[in-house]
């Protein structure tokens, strides 16, 4: 889903410019909280979307246009928190990329993608 006019962030970007609307009191907590809350919300509209619009995800063609901005909405929520998140632990968006990235590309070239446990 593409928007027009809007500026493309680095990680990094994103996370500078989030950091000027993180008002809260409780680091680490309130926007631990608020991630899984806003991952719920998510969730909530991809169930709706299988209740309400017989949407198979077969194809993501069958996604309303509509409902995708819907759901993008609150993936930004997601994203602010996991910026606000990282910021309260002193790590950038940044880093947290790459280190997942690092880690998916090994367990692919070592042919663990697929399973269970955090240290495959």
């Not at 949407?55 to 602010?80: H, N, R, S």
């Not at 606000?84 to 590309?105: C, F, P, R, W, Y």
Request: aromatic share 6%.
């Amino acid at each position: 889903m593409k928007t027009t006019g809007i500026h493309e962030y680095t990680m990094n970007e994103y996370q500078a410019d989030a950091a000027s609307t993180m008002i809260y009191k409780w680091k680490v907590i309130y926007p631990a909280l608020g991630l899984a809350n806003e991952a719920g919300e998510v969730l909530g509209k991809i169930k709706k979307l299988i209740r309400d619009q017989d949407v198979t995800f077969d194809g993501m063609d069958t996604i309303p246009a509509q409902k995708k901005a819907e759901i993008c909405d609150e993936l930004g929520d997601v994203l602010w928190y996991i910026a606000a998140l990282s910021k309260d632990l002193g790590i950038t968006m940044n880093e947290v990329a790459a280190m997942n990235n690092e880690k998916l590309q090994s367990r692919k070239i070592r042919g663990v993608i697929k399973g269970s446990g955090d240290k495959r």
